[in-house]
């Protein structure tokens, strides 16, 4: 069973569904480069107008589990750089 054909698609079902992800948590997830990733996002890949999003786990690409686990650690991740950036802006107003 070839799995080729189903990895761009299941990149574009995880770019679709969960955008918190990032080029380097889709590409692990589904066994691609995050270059493809970036061409697919852009929609300058070779095949974008044959690509039709399907979900990595009927394709037997990953599990929900890790799908979950990297969404929460992209949630994570988020939620500290918003952190960061509120902490940045009251050290300004406090100067």
Not at 29 to 58: A, M, Q
Not at 67 to 85: G, L, M, P, T, Y
Request: with cysteine; charged share 25%; net charge positive.
């Amino acid at each position: 069973l070839s799995k080729r054909q189903d990895r761009p698609n299941a990149a574009l079902w995880l770019i679709k569904n969960y955008s918190q992800l990032s080029d380097g948590q889709i590409a692990k997830l589904v066994g691609s480069t995050k270059k493809t990733i970036s061409l697919i996002k852009s929609n300058n890949y070779w095949n974008s107008s044959n690509l039709s999003p399907k979900d990595p786990v009927v394709s037997n690409l990953c599990s929900q589990v890790d799908i979950q686990n990297a969404a929460d650690k992209a949630e994570r991740k988020i939620a500290r750089q918003k952190k960061e950036v509120e902490k940045k802006l009251l050290a300004t107003i406090d100067l």
